[in-house]
Nanobody
Framework: QLQLVESGGGLVQPGGSLRLACAAP????????IGWFRQAPGKEREDIAC????????YYTNFVEGRFTIGRDKVKNTEYLQMNNLKPEDTAVYYC?????????????????????WGQGTQVTVSS
């Protein structure tokens, strides 16, 4: 059974950076699409970004484009979300998810229903 483990969350000041990692011990994610999502207290889950590892297609939601970068470290067999210029409103629990269904029309799918496997989440707090 594929299991995802996130790491890299923590407390950071506004304007700071964090790099979240998502690992799948014992599995390779070459053929999976990976999505990152977040949920703040009292709010609905938000889409952040996705990558289809098969063809490298990526997608970013508007509020993170230019600040966040999604990618894959093939050497470490982990997925990452590099987050720069963090803002207090980025405070949330961040989740990675994996989908075996690939992309649609050359684009990774940014919808939680596309993803079968979810990590436990990692807390990101942006505060001075």
């Amino acid at each position: 059974q594929l299991q995802l483990v996130e790491s890299g969350g923590g407390l950071v000041q506004p304007g700071g950076s964090l790099r979240l990692a998502c690992a799948a011990p014992g599995f390779t994610l070459d053929a999976y699409a990976i999505g990152w999502f977040r949920q703040a207290p009292g709010k609905e889950r938000e889409d952040i970004a996705c990558i289809n590892n098969s063809d490298g297609s990526t997608y970013y939601t508007n509020f993170v484009e230019g600040r966040f970068t999604i990618g894959r470290d093939k050497v470490k067999n982990t997925e990452y979300l590099q987050m720069n210029n963090l803002k207090p409103e980025d405070t949330a629990v961040y989740y990675c998810a994996a989908s075996p269904y690939g992309s649609v029309q050359g684009m990774c799918v940014m919808h939680s229903s596309w993803y079968d496997y979810w990590g436990q989440g990692t807390q990101v707090t942006v505060s001075s």
